[in-house]
């Protein structure tokens, strides 16, 4: 197996993008990982104009974790208010589980921390997603208890299934990389 390599995303990247995030998502091939919503959400995870706007927005980097060419994973990384924000994380659901997205979220710390010198990275998390944010609070995340309301009604987030979702913002301290 050979290592991961990361770089930032191009807008020649964004098919891929959708492509990879729908996929670890949305619909039936998300059910091959554990990270689909696909019994909470229908519809799109993410657009092409979003995605362009993340990619062209200052201190902000879509990191891709490809292996020999192939891309395989992905986050969002931003510098939110002096806080790094971390999203849009997807795994290629037959790899999740295999340790890509504990690397991806090493990466994405590192960045974070060395490109815009930020102490803390927050995330936000469907909260009755227990499993996954349990897998974030063994890699260091702790819950907040800060809820935000889910945007019912934008269909740029997805169609619920459920009537009762909201998000809780995690967060964890960044360690300096010298």
């Known amino acids: 197996m050979t290592t991961l390599t990361f770089r930032a995303a191009t807008l ?4 891929a993008l959708v492509a990879l995030v729908t996929a670890a998502y949305r619909g039936d091939a998300s059910r091959a990982g554990w990270t689909t919503e696909a019994d909470m959400l229908d519809g799109a995870r993410i657009d092409p104009q979003g995605l362009q706007a ?3 927005r200052p201190r902000s980097t879509i990191l891709l974790a490809e292996r020999e060419g192939r ?4 986050a969002h990384v931003a510098d939110d208010r002096g806080k790094g924000y971390f999203g849009m994380f997807a795994v290629e659901p037959t790899l ?7 690397q991806v979220m090493d990466a994405a710390e590192a960045h974070a921390a060395a490109a815009w010198q930020l102490d803390v990275m927050q995330m936000t998390v469907i909260d009755i997603r227990d499993e996954l944010i349990a897998f974030y609070e063994r890699r260091g995340y702790r819950r907040t208890g800060i809820k935000k309301p889910f945007p019912y009604g934008d269909e740029r987030f997805g169609i619920p299934k459920r009537d009762d979702l909201q998000f ?11």
């Open 12 to 15: 020649a990247d964004i098919p």
């Open 54 to 56: 993340d990619i062209e």
């Open 71 to 74: 891309l395989l994973a992905c």
């Open 96 to 102: 999740q589980g295999g340790g890509v997205g504990k």
């Open 168 to 178: 809780e913002i995690l967060e964890k301290p960044l360690v300096a990389q010298a």
